[in-house]
């Protein structure tokens, strides 16, 4: 059974850096998925903030450009997502996807907090 845990959240202060993890667990072909971050902060809806597909292409949202880096460890399983000048606007909960053709995998949330 394939699982993705998500880590890395917790408070910061706007300007500072958070590095947020997803590892899989339960499939020996991570390398053929592609995995993306989403957020949902509250009252709004779930919102894309970055990609990276199994031959490393990168993706973002324009609100994510220069300022978050997303990147993958084959043999750790594991994609990461940088996040660095946060602002008080990243306040979300944090999820990642994994995805190849007709399999789509979803993990839990962390929290990230930017106070101003």
């Known amino acids: 059974q394939v699982q993705l845990v998500v880590s890395g959240g917790g408070l910061v202060q706007a300007g500072g850096s958070l590095r947020l993890s997803c590892v899989a667990s339960g499939t020996t072909i991570f390398s053929m998925y592609g995995v993306s971050w989403y957020r949902q902060a509250p009252g709004k809806q779930r919102e894309f903030v970055a990609q990276t597909t199994r031959d490393r292409t990168t993706t973002y949202a324009d609100s994510a450009k220069g300022r978050f880096t997303i990147s993958r460890d084959n043999a750790k399983n594991t994609v990461y997502l940088q996040m660095n000048s946060l602002k008080p606007e990243d306040t979300a909960v944090y999820v990642c996807?994994?995805?190849?053709?007709?399999?789509?995998?979803w993990g839990q949330g962390t929290q990230v907090t930017v106070s101003s």
């Open positions: 996807r994994m995805v190849r053709p007709g399999f789509d995998y």
